[in-house]
């Protein structure tokens, strides 16, 4: 086995092992006993646990960011964007269910800092723009269209959570709920909205 070959099957390793048992429950023995390579052998390619923690978790953010930034950018109807974008989280958690586990798990959407928050926000970032077209096209305030960003991504986001562990229903059909509560609830939109609860007082 060559030096990349060798350094990509203890990547794929740890990436099962941390998605097993989290970053805390890994060892570097642990990666080294089920690579059946000793330990300073994994110290070479990584220096250590940080080390090959900080590859797999890079690794997935980059192809994670990836197919969902292609779907953002790719154009067409909105709505069709945004049918693009849900189906490309749940097709991800699908051939990648080791890799967002290690980012849900170590980096929840609830934290302020994380790999996993990051990306979302990275994310939201670049619907954010999508948003505030949509917006002026329907004379709404633009100014909103980062929160509303930050709350449609986020609704994706922790669907794909829960969806991780559920894998029912199928996932177009959950990608097809996310963009009816999404798209009917944005189409919807009133201008200034208030809080009934509020008027009453």
């Known amino acids: 086995m060559t030096g990349s070959q060798r350094r990509e099957q203890l990547v794929r390793v740890a990436c099962s092992l941390f998605a097993e048992k989290g970053f805390e429950g890994t060892s570097v023995e642990e990666v080294a006993a089920r690579a059946e390579v000793s330990k300073p052998v994994v110290y070479e390619h990584f220096g250590g646990k940080e080390g090959i923690y900080a590859v797999v978790v890079d690794r997935e953010v980059q ?94 986001a922790l669907t794909g959570q829960w ?21 009917n609830g944005l189409s919807g939109l009133e201008r200034r909205p208030r809080l009934q609860t509020l008027e009453r007082r």
């Open 63 to 156: 192809r994670l960011l990836g197919m969902l930034t292609t779907q953002l950018s790719a154009g067409g109807h909105p709505k069709v964007v945004v049918e693009r974008t849900a189906l490309a989280l749940l097709d991800y958690i699908e051939a990648n269910t080791d890799g967002f586990r290690i980012l849900v798990r170590d980096s929840p959407v609830a934290q302020a800092t994380g790999t996993f928050s990051s990306l979302i926000g990275d994310v939201a970032s670049q619907v954010e723009h999508l948003l505030a077209e949509q917006f002026r096209v329907r004379r709404l305030d633009a100014a909103a269209a980062p929160m509303y960003a930050q709350m449609l991504v986020g609704m994706i």
């Open 163 to 183: 969806w991780l562990e559920a894998r029912e229903p199928d996932k177009t059909e959950v990608a097809a709920h996310m963009v009816n509560l999404a798209w």
